[in-house]
């Protein structure tokens, strides 16, 4: 099993920046992915960005050119740099990572912008 805790949210204001990171433990050979996943109150969860093995990252449009995804392997550590934010980013912030076709989620962390 793959345990994830993320970390870094927290209160800031519109056009400030903050970044999220997610310490990644236990079994995580062979993770073909991972990424950050939103979710703001009565909204749908959606995906932010994904980085997926090999390298290559997606992005959703709404954080695109604002937001950025990036690892450290030497520290199993993933990290969401997130700048320019605004109001509509508010949201609970999950790291996730796919293992196996098994997605393991963090228990999230909370970012909220300020208008």
């Known amino acids: 099993q793959v345990q994830l805790l993320e970390s870094g949210g927290g209160l800031v204001q519109a056009g400030g920046s903050l970044r999220l990171s997610c310490a990644v433990s236990?079994?995580?050979?062979?993770?073909?992915?991972m990424g950050w996943y939103r979710q703001a109150p009565g909204k749908q969860r959606e995906l932010v960005a994904a980085?997926?093995?090999?390298?290559?990252?997606n992005y959703a449009d709404s954080v695109k050119g604002r937001f950025t995804i990036s690892s450290n392997n030497a520290k199993n550590m993933m990290y969401l740099q997130m700048n320019s934010l605004k109001p509509e980013d508010t949201a609970v912030y999950h790291c996730?990572?796919?293992?196996?076709?098994?997605?393991?989620w963090g228990q999230g962390t909370q970012v909220t912008v300020s208008s």
């Open positions: 980085l997926i093995n090999g390298g290559s990252t």
């Open positions: 996730v990572a796919f293992q196996m076709g098994i997605g393991y």
């Open positions: 236990g079994s995580i050979f062979s993770i073909s992915r």
